[in-house]
């Protein structure tokens, strides 16, 4: 095997039945160089104390279980190399949600919007399954592509300084998944999704920061979806002025 | 304990689980449904999915090839009826889907594009780049929440049929936030619970794959079938056991050894040529494939590696324009995990345990011997995948027998239409909230289930790998018992009820103890060699003897009690599988 070096990793907990206050709490961890953080936490789980709680499953970036804060930043455990950091590790749950337990987050709250946005194909009449697929060009598919990759793994929320300030923002992932549907050539729902994007709460809310697209590990760029979506807003909203209709 | 009146419970909500429920949702809105699940939809392994699904859908192919080749491919244990359903069913659902947004890869004229897979005579597997799992999964979940009928129960990990007079009558599971117990009493269960690969060490199966369903449903009698077939996928990348998709060789890619040989040629699937051919080198299937590696291994023809022996995926010569256009993931993954570019270099892979063609048993409406219970998915076996599944066919599977089961569940919903037997899933739930609780408070035990987990997984690992032989078999099977013992005495020393991990993993283990126990007593009886059930000391297949399915019953803590049921044959007799020159044809047709 290869070397190993022994970091110390400083876990926020926090168990709601014992503690008042979330604490950091120190585990010394013998790493291989090829591990990522997940990996030390397994070993921490295993090894030392069973009751630390986190979740996590593919452990190849696409599941979208185990986003935390790394040092700071938001990052896939899966997918954060303890080779690439110092020897000490500081692990925390997700910013901008509920700490539920340990680095276990609330996020009923995404769940609930990205439902509002109606995320999915919406026809004026549905196509009998019968008469077969769709056609859809590679450029068609190319508008929309990048905005279906989204893992739902929520560092983009935490990243973002607007849902820091205002958890009633809808947000980055939400609002891209959105974007998706609006761009695919297959639906006829966007002014069914409009009246949540053009809301109150909705792109307005973004000040284009970009935090979003620079910590998204699968390059969806939500940032940009949005600002698209700023831009058909506007030209909506003058079209109405006009008296005319989308 | 609270209790939730509903009409249907589904347990899990990966694919087969979602699709089951949006089926209920569409046969009967009134029907309530409570789609339970132990992590929320969008994290269940369905998502790690790659390569594509299989489909007929091109003038040149046929629903008589695809019957044909997986057939075959499942080395005539397949049950043909339900591959005949299976084919003819499938281009429907991938149509379906589709429809519901699923962005599918496509050909210039704006038709879904299809790859060539291993075990397939026409290239016929639809795919969404490399990712195609993963857009399925969010295409059904997305999709899901359309349907007001279907009230999600995320992070509930269920523990206990409600089983009385053979008849289902519900499930309990406990809210991990709160560490509550639930118990759901409904009309009927359909259980989408996956498979169960992390029973052994390396894996590309997520840490969610415990086998909970099947460990379910074989407590309260429903019998497992075929366990001893467990898929070694031959592509894993080292120290993860991290998927590199069968699409790799789809799209041209070689397997090489030490030598840079293309080893395959050896093993009765060549001639080599240096564009594939369709159920030739490469595209072979995966037992077939993993085997070679074994065989390689034995010659001392594998690379040496820190993380144990290797062999090379080269796909240098596909160019990075096709790699990225149809491999994007792939090469992020080689990349990031063990620095290695696809691009520019070979990347070191070897067979990692990926699928279990072994399930609960079900005939062909994926329903169980218990009524009001259903089974769809990995967790399920109908069986269209017999001895050996072929590349592409579980994700099919997954939509085809989930709608299946969603659609008769909801038929026997209304028809019985009569109150759910309260009294009686009442204390079913009672009994299954004490044995909880045992579990959870017991203390001075002595054992801990990371070191239980552990020792299985190697056993495993030891006596029912690739190859297997009775001595080996034997030693797992006592290992297996031994460790079935140690469960009782385990202590969990977390006491705490808010996401109780240590209690989870803990019941978690129970249950890969359990479909262990079934993989290895199949293993050591089954005295041939059949697709992915490999023995040394009986190295043909013995249609004589063998041509007949497993069927494991749960005995208490004794082992378990095994039977068999006979394989139905339509119109395909059992012969050679043949592959190679015989067999292969162009990809490009």
Redesign the interface.
């Known amino acids: 095997?290869?070397e190993v070096r022994t970091i110390t990793m400083e876990v926020l907990r926090y168990?709601?039945?014992?503690d008042s206050d979330p604490v950091l709490q120190s585990y010394r961890v013998p790493c291989p160089q090829?591990w990522v953080v997940l990996d030390a936490l397994d070993y921490i789980?295993?090894?030392i104390d069973?009751?630390l709680?986190?979740?996590?499953?593919?452990?190849?970036?696409?599941?979208?279980?185990c986003g935390m804060m790394v040092n700071g930043e938001p990052m896939l455990a899966c997918?954060t190399f303890l080779r690439e950091m110092g020897d000490t590790v500081r692990v925390e749950p997700l910013l901008n949600f509920p700490i539920?337990?340990?680095l276990?987050v609330?996020?009923d709250d995404f769940?609930e919007k990205?439902?509002s946005l109606?995320?999915?194909?919406i026809r004026k009449t549905?196509?009998p399954?019968e008469e077969?697929?769709?056609?859809?060009?590679?450029a068609?598919?190319k508008r929309?592509?990048q905005y279906?990759?989204c893992?739902?793994c929520l560092l983009c929320y935490a990243a973002c300084p607007q849902y820091a300030l205002n958890t009633d923002f809808i947000g980055p992932s939400a609002l891209a998944?959105a974007h998706r549907?609006n761009l695919?050539s297959?639906?006829e729902g966007y002014a069914m999704r409009q009246e949540m994007v053009a809301s109150h709460e909705g792109v307005w809310e973004c000040s284009f920061v970009g935090a979003c697209s620079e910590v998204c590990p699968k390059h969806v760029d939500p940032a940009s979806a949005v600002q698209q979506m700023k831009i058909t807003s506007t030209k909506d909203y003058f079209l109405r002025l006009l008296g005319g209709k989308r | 304990m609270e209790t939730i009146q509903t009409d249907i419970a589904i347990i899990g909500a990966g694919g087969a689980g979602l699709r089951a429920a949006i089926a209920v949702a569409e046969a009967d809105p009134s029907l309530s449904i409570a789609l339970i699940s132990k992590v929320y939809p969008m994290r269940s392994h369905t998502v790690a999915a790659e390569g594509g699904a299989a489909a007929v859908a091109r003038e040149n192919d046929s629903l008589e090839y695809h019957f044909h080749d997986t057939v075959s491919g499942g080395d005539w244990l397949t049950d043909q009826d339900a591959v005949d359903l299976f084919v003819n069913t499938i281009p429907t659902e991938l149509t379906r889907l589709e429809h519901w947004g699923c962005p599918w890869s496509r050909e210039w004229d704006g038709k879904v594009a299809v790859r060539p897979f291993g075990g397939m005579k026409i290239k016929r597997t639809w795919f969404a780049a490399d990712k195609t799992g993963f857009h399925l999964l969010h295409t059904l979940f997305q999709t899901s929440l359309k349907y007001p009928s279907i009230q999600r129960f995320d992070e509930f990990y269920s523990t206990d049929l409600l089983v009385a007079d053979g008849r289902c009558h519900g499930v309990t599971a406990i809210e991990m936030r709160t560490g509550k117990m639930h118990a759901f009493q409904s009309k009927g269960v359909i259980i989408c619970s996956g498979g169960g690969g992390r029973i052994f060490p390396f894996t590309t199966n997520g840490g969610i794959k415990t086998g909970d369903g099947m460990a379910m449903a074989y407590r309260v009698g429903v019998p497992l079938k075929d366990m001893e077939f467990v898929q070694y996928h031959p592509t894993g990348l080292p120290i993860t056991g991290i998927l590199l998709t069968e699409g790799c060789r789809g799209e041209g890619g070689y397997l090489i050894n030490k030598d840079g040989y293309r080893y395959l040629q050896d093993y009765g699937l060549g001639p080599s040529t240096q564009e594939p051919r369709l159920k030739a080198m490469e595209l072979g299937p995966r037992d077939r494939l993993s085997q070679a590696f074994w065989h390689e291994q034995r010659k001392g023809r594998t690379v040496k590696t820190p993380y144990g022996d290797m062999v090379y995926l080269d796909m240098r010569h596909l160019g990075e324009k096709k790699i990225d256009e149809r491999l994007p993931f792939i090469r992020d993954l080689a990349k990031s995990y063990i620095n290695v570019d696809p691009v520019t270099d070979p990347v070191p892979v070897r067979p990692v345990i990926h699928y279990m063609m072994g399930g609960i048993h079900t005939d062909i409406n994926a329903a169980t011997p218990i009524k009001g219970l259903w089974a769809a998915g990995e967790c399920a076996c109908v069986s269209i995948n017999g001895a050996n599944r072929l590349g592409s066919n579980s994700l099919g599977e997954l939509l085809v027998f989930g709608a299946i089961a969603g659609r008769q569940a909801a038929a026997y919903a209304r028809s019985e239409g009569r109150e759910a037997k309260g009294d009686v899933a009442r204390d079913r739930a009672a009994a299954a909230n004490a044995r909880v609780a045992e579990i959870f408070r017991r203390s001075g035990g002595k054992e801990r289930a990371a070191d239980l987990r552990t020792s299985m997984a190697r056993a495993l690992e030891e006596g029912a790998g690739i190859y297997r032989e009775e001595e080996s078999l034997k030693t797992c099977c006592s290992r297996i018992s031994e460790l079935r013992e140690r469960y009782a005495s385990i202590e969990i020393e977390d006491k705490s009820s808010i996401f109780n991990t240590d209690l989870i993993y803990t019941l978690e283990l129970g249950a890969m103890l359990d479909i262990a126990e079934t993989v290895v007593y199949g293993a050591l009886l089954r005295t041939e060699s059949r697709g992915a059930h490999q023995r040394l000391d009986y190295e043909r297949r013995d249609d004589v003897n063998f041509l007949k399915h497993t069927v494991a019953y749960h005995n208490g803590s004794a082992p378990p009690r095994i039977d068999y049921l006979p394989v139905i044959i339509t119109k395909s007799q059992p012969a050679e599988r043949v592959y190679g020159e015989a067999a292969g044809g162009s990809v490009e047709q």
């Open positions: 095997m290869s168990r709601p039945e014992r090829e789980k295993n090894n069973s009751s709680s986190y979740r996590w499953s593919c452990h190849m970036a696409v599941c979208g279980s997918k539920e337990r340990d276990v609330v996020i769940l990205l439902k109606k995320p999915y194909i549905e196509k399954v077969g697929t769709y056609l859809q060009t590679k068609q598919l929309f592509k279906t990759l893992i739902n998944l549907y695919d297959r639906d």
